[in-house]
C-alpha cells in the first residue's frame, strides 16, 4: 500500500510524486542512464486543496530521514533555525527536507530579498551535492524571488488545483465512508453543491452538517443537513428569510431564477444551486453557477457568464417594470469582464487594445472611447438576456413560485421544472 493512497484523487501529481520517490529509493537504474535526482519539488495552489498532506506522504514514501520547516519562532531566531536545519540534514545524508507554506516564511517583511528566503536558498545550495532533497508547499509562487524558484533548487513545480468534477466525487465518497448519512444522500450530488472548493472545506460542511443532525437529535445526515451547511459554510448565508415581506422574497426569487434560467439556457448543466436566503456579502439571493475549467480560456464562456450575470436584472424588470436596484454587484462583475474583452482580447478591434501606455495616445479619449464601448457591450448582453429570458418564460415563473415556497431549490428540482415548463408549453 502506498502512502499516497490517503490523498484521494490527483493521479497526475502523485504519478509525478512517485517517480522522485523510486528515483531516491532506487538510484542505480537511473545511475545507469546518466540520471540523477531532482534537487526539490515545490507544491502550490489554494490552500486546503491538499498540498501538505501529498508532502507528508511524500516524506513517508522516500524511506529518508525528515526534517519538517514551519515559520513558527521570531524572525532572527527562525533564519537560524533554517541554517541549523540544513545543516543537520546534511549531516544525516540521505535526508528530506520539508518547507511547508514557505511563501509565508517572510510574510511580514517587506524587503524583495527577505533574509529568511536567503537562507533557504543557501540552504538549499549548501546540500546540493550532499544527497539531501528538498520539498516545499507554498499557496502563491509569484511571492517567492525567482532565483529561489529556478532549475536547480526546485527543478519541478506542480501545481495543485482544485479538485475536478470526478475528483470531487471520489473525496466525496471518501469522507462519507465513516459518516452515517441517509440514503438520499448522494455523493454526486454533494460534489456539485461543493463545486469549486477544495477538500478542507468539504470536510467543514459534512461536520457541519453533522452537526445540524447531531443536534436535531437525528441518528444519520440527511440532505437537508449537508444543503444548509453549504449555504452556511460556502455561500454564507443566512439561515432564514423571515426578515422579508412577501413581495420581497418574490423579487429575489425572480432575480435569483432569471441568473439560473439564463445559465440554463447556454448549458443545462451549469447551475448547482439557487435560493432566496440573504448572502453576508450583500447579495441577496445565492445562485451556484458551477465552474467551467476552461472560463477564462473562451470569449464563448465568458460571454454567456456576461449575459447571466444581467439576467437578474433583467427578469426582475421584465416582470415588474421597475428597475431592479439590486443589481449593482451583478452590472460591476459583468463589466469587468467586458473590460477584458476590450483591453485585453481586442474584441472590439485593436484601436482599443490596452498597450500599457507604450504609444503616445491622448489617455483621456482613449479612457473616454473604451468607457463607451464597454457601456455599448454591457447594454447588447443585457438585450441579449432579456430575449433568452422571454423564450423561457414559463420556466422562469415557476422556479421563481417555488423558490418562494422552499427558500432553496437544487440541480435535480430545477431541470424537472424546466422540463416540465419546456412540455407545456
Not at 528515483?23 to 535526482?37: F, I, Q, R, S, W
Not at 506522504?57 to 524511506?63: G, R, V
Not at 517583511?109 to 540552504?123: C, K, R, T
Not at 504609444?359 to 433568452?388: H, P, W
Request: hydrophobic residues 40%; negative net charge; contains cysteine.
Amino acid at each position: 500500500m502506498s502512502a499516497f493512497d490517503k490523498v484521494i484523487g490527483y493521479e497526475k501529481e502523485k504519478e509525478e510524486l512517485l517517480q522522485v520517490c523510486d528515483m531516491a529509493n532506487h538510484p542505480e537504474k537511473y545511475a545507469a542512464l546518466g540520471v540523477k535526482l531532482p534537487h526539490g519539488v515545490l507544491l502550490y495552489g489554494e490552500p486546503g486543496v491538499g498540498k501538505t498532506l501529498m508532502a507528508t506522504a511524500f516524506l513517508e514514501m522516500m524511506n529518508r530521514k525528515s526534517y519538517v520547516c514551519r515559520k513558527d519562532q521570531s524572525n532572527e531566531e527562525f533564519v537560524d533555525s533554517i541554517r541549523e536545519l540544513f545543516a543537520e540534514a546534511k549531516k544525516n545524508a540521505p535526508s528530506v527536507i520539508f518547507l511547508d507554506d514557505l511563501d509565508k516564511f517572510a510574510s511580514d517583511s517587506e524587503s524583495s530579498n527577505p533574509e529568511e528566503l536567503i537562507a533557504v536558498q543557501s540552504g538549499i545550495d549548501s546540500v546540493k551535492d550532499s544527497n539531501v532533497f528538498v520539498i516545499a508547499t507554498a499557496n502563491d509562487v509569484r511571492g517567492l524571488p525567482r532565483p529561489l524558484r529556478r532549475p536547480g533548487r526546485f527543478d519541478r513545480i506542480l501545481e495543485i488545483c482544485l479538485p475536478n468534477r470526478r475528483e470531487s466525487v471520489e473525496i466525496v465518497r471518501h469522507y462519507l465512508a465513516d459518516k452515517k448519512v441517509a440514503s438520499d444522500v448522494r455523493a454526486e450530488e454533494v460534489a456539485r453543491l461543493m463545486d469549486g472548493n477544495s477538500c478542507a472545506a468539504l470536510e467543514s460542511v459534512l461536520n457541519e452538517a453533522g452537526i445540524y443532525a447531531g443536534y436535531e437529535n437525528k441518528p444519520e445526515i440527511g440532505r437537508e443537513h449537508i444543503v444548509r451547511a453549504v449555504l452556511r459554510n460556502v455561500f454564507e448565508a443566512e439561515e432564514s428569510v423571515n426578515e422579508m415581506s412577501a413581495a420581497e422574497k418574490e423579487e429575489v426569487a425572480f432575480h435569483e431564477a432569471g441568473h439560473a434560467v439564463a445559465a440554463l439556457a447556454f448549458d443545462r448543466e451549469s447551475v448547482g444551486l439557487v435560493s432566496v436566503r440573504p448572502s453576508k456579502s450583500d447579495a441577496r439571493g445565492v445562485v451556484q453557477i458551477l465552474k467551467r475549467d476552461n472560463y477564462f480560456g473562451s470569449y464563448e464562456l465568458m460571454h454567456q457568464r456576461v449575459v447571466a450575470l444581467l439576467a437578474g436584472k433583467a427578469a426582475v424588470e421584465l416582470r415588474y417594470g421597475r428597475i431592479d436596484v439590486g443589481a449593482v454587484s451583478d452590472i460591476d462583475r459583468a463589466s469587468a469582464i467586458v473590460q477584458r474583452f476590450i483591453g485585453d482580447y481586442a474584441v472590439s478591434g485593436f484601436g482599443l487594445y490596452h498597450m500599457e501606455n507604450r504609444f503616445s495616445i491622448d489617455s483621456g479619449t482613449q479612457n473616454d472611447k473604451i468607457v463607451a464601448e464597454r457601456s455599448a457591450m454591457v447594454a447588447r448582453c443585457y438585450e441579449e438576456a432579456k430575449v433568452l429570458l422571454r423564450e423561457n418564460w414559463a420556466f422562469l415563473e415557476k422556479l421563481a413560485a417555488e423558490l418562494v415556497k422552499k427558500d432553496t431549490l437544487l440541480y435535480e428540482e430545477i431541470i424537472a421544472m424546466r422540463n416540465d415548463a419546456g412540455n407545456a408549453a
